[in-house]
């Protein structure tokens, strides 16, 4: 029985949950963590998710694909994933999906990010390794983000 290659990420950001989902469904602020690419989709079930972005020399490229599996809006987005330039085919089984959960506090909103399952997957531990590492560099980049975006907010309410 092969071993469960779920990554399940935790992060409290000081902002509301409209700031937090405004940041992960966002195009201009996905661009600003996620490598360069954009999150493009229109958020109903069923239809395509895309992160687009621009290689080294200047062509345009979608690094993951797939489909939106369920959307609470400003609370939970789904989607399945698939990265179409890693040489794999191009079937269910390789896909994987990645759920964002936004939970209110009493001060900020909790982020849980749940990606996987890879075990099914081809390159699993490859795949599974490269992901956790993408979110230990990724996480850092949308706090700051969200933190400087609050922080001109809030200057601009107070002028």
Same mark, same amino acid.
């Given at each position: 029985?092969?071993?469960?290659?779920?990554?399940?990420?935790?992060?409290?950001?000081?902002?509301?949950?409209?700031?937090?989902?405004?940041?992960?469904?966002?195009?201009?602020?996905?661009?600003?963590?996620?490598?360069?690419?954009?999150?493009?989709?229109?958020?109903? /079930?069923?239809?395509?998710?895309?992160?687009?972005?621009?290689?080294?020399?200047?062509?345009? /490229?979608?690094?993951?694909?797939?489909?939106?599996?369920?959307?609470?809006?400003?609370?939970?987005?789904?989607?399945?994933?698939?990265?179409?330039?890693?040489?794999?085919?191009?079937?269910?089984?390789?896909?994987?999906?990645?759920?964002?959960?936004?939970?209110?506090?009493?001060?900020?909103?909790?982020?849980?990010?749940?990606?996987?399952?890879?075990?099914?997957?081809?390159?699993?531990?490859?795949?599974?390794?490269?992901?956790?590492?993408?979110?230990?560099?990724?996480?850092?980049?949308?706090?700051?983000?969200?933190?400087?975006?609050?922080?001109?907010?809030?200057?601009?309410?107070?002028?």
């Amino acid at each position: 029985m092969s071993k469960s290659m779920i990554i399940k990420k935790e992060v409290t950001f000081n902002a509301t949950p409209k700031s937090v989902w405004n940041l992960i469904s966002n195009p201009k602020m996905t661009t600003q963590y996620m490598f360069g690419c954009e999150v493009l989709s229109d958020w109903k /079930i069923g239809n395509q998710i895309i992160w687009k972005g621009v290689t080294e020399d200047g062509k345009e /490229i979608i690094y993951v694909k797939g489909v939106i599996t369920d959307v609470i809006q400003g609370e939970k987005l789904s989607f399945t994933m698939f990265d179409p330039n890693i040489g794999i085919k191009d079937i269910p089984e390789n896909y994987v999906n990645l759920t964002y959960k936004l939970t209110p506090l009493e001060k900020g909103t909790k982020l849980t990010i749940i990606q996987g399952d890879f075990s099914g997957a081809e390159n699993a531990e490859k795949r599974f390794k490269e992901s956790q590492g993408g979110w230990d560099m990724v996480i850092p980049l949308m706090k700051k983000l969200i933190e400087t975006s609050n922080d001109q907010y809030k200057s601009n309410v107070k002028n």
